[in-house]
């Protein structure tokens, strides 16, 4: 599992959607429904799956900028089908150097999905405050937030997600990530500056028929385990071998925890 493959980002999609909490979404598309058009920046935007997901419950008159720093990624962004009215630029940008320039010129919301756990405090507070300056509409999805439930349970699950969870907070391009604090944090920062926030949770629900996806994950989680060196390598071979027999013997389900929320300012612009 590669975090930023379009492999990776394709298999997820799918998960991502049905998790996506529609509470938000409905706060989302309230917040934007006299708006015509609504222009939206999506940052680190992958394949385009925020648009996909969001571009439904809006105005039809639409503008995204697109922004990531993988430009094979953003080809496949512009390539995403769309609505006529749905206008997609796609911005090739560095975020953590270049944060200020993608919120540049008139914005009705800022996205993103699955990034937020990824980034450092130092970034993550810089970007709240420089969107709160602004006073912008900020709708983040898929925070993971650190909580995982295997099905059957094994006595080295905890070992493996507090080895994960370890793994999380290491350097993902932004400086130590804040990993499963992050949304938290965000919700918190933006609280502080007079935003109302409305959030729920996004978990992705796998069943015993998602093999593919509960595969890249299992794999993933067992290498993360053995980077941060908290997990032997004998223990962490051994879980991922009784997980794929269960996995393959069509027993295994597993839920992994993630946050969506809202954070709209109280004063109008
Ligand atoms: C986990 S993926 C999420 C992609 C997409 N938002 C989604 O939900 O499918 C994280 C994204 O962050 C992008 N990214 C990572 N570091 C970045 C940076 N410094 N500047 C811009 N984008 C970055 C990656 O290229 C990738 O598309």
């Known amino acids: 599992m590669s975090g930023f493959s379009a492999h990776w980002l394709t298999l997820r999609e799918p998960y991502d959607l049905n998790a996506r909490n529609t509470t938000v979404i409905d706060t989302v598309a309230a917040a934007l429904d006299r708006l015509s058009p609504v222009r939206i920046v999506d940052l680190a935007c992958g394949t385009g799956s925020t648009m996909r997901a969001l571009s439904p419950f809006l105005p039809a008159r ?31 940008l560095d975020l953590h150097r270049d944060l200020e320039a993608a919120l540049d010129g ?16 130092p970034w993550l507070d810089r970007l709240v405050v420089e969107v709160a300056a602004r006073s912008i509409p900020f709708y983040a999805a898929l925070s993971y937030d650190g909580r995982t439930k295997f099905t059957p349970p094994d006595p080295l699950d905890a070992t493996i ?109």
């Open 62 to 92: 639409q503008s995204w900028k697109l922004i990531d720093n993988d430009l094979s990624l953003l080809a496949r962004a512009a390539a995403s089908p769309r609505a006529k009215q749905v206008i997609a630029t796609t911005i090739p």
């Open 106 to 121: 008139p914005i009705d919301l800022v996205a993103t999905s699955a990034l937020l756990d990824l980034v450092s405090e």
């Open 161 to 269: 997600a507090a080895a994960v969870n370890l793994h999380q907070r290491t350097d993902k391009g932004f400086g130590p990530a804040l990993g499963p604090a992050a949304a938290a944090f965000a919700i918190a920062r933006f609280e502080a500056l007079g935003y109302s926030v409305v959030h729920g949770s996004s978990d992705w629900e796998m069943g015993s028929d998602d093999f593919d996806i509960q595969t890249e994950l299992l794999d993933g989680w067992a290498s993360a385990a053995n980077e941060v060196g908290a997990v032997s390598l004998a223990d962490s071979t051994a879980w991922l071998t009784r997980r794929r027999g269960a996995l393959a013997a069509g027993l295994a389900s597993l839920s992994v925890g993630h946050i969506d929320f809202f954070a709209m300012p109280s004063a109008t612009r």
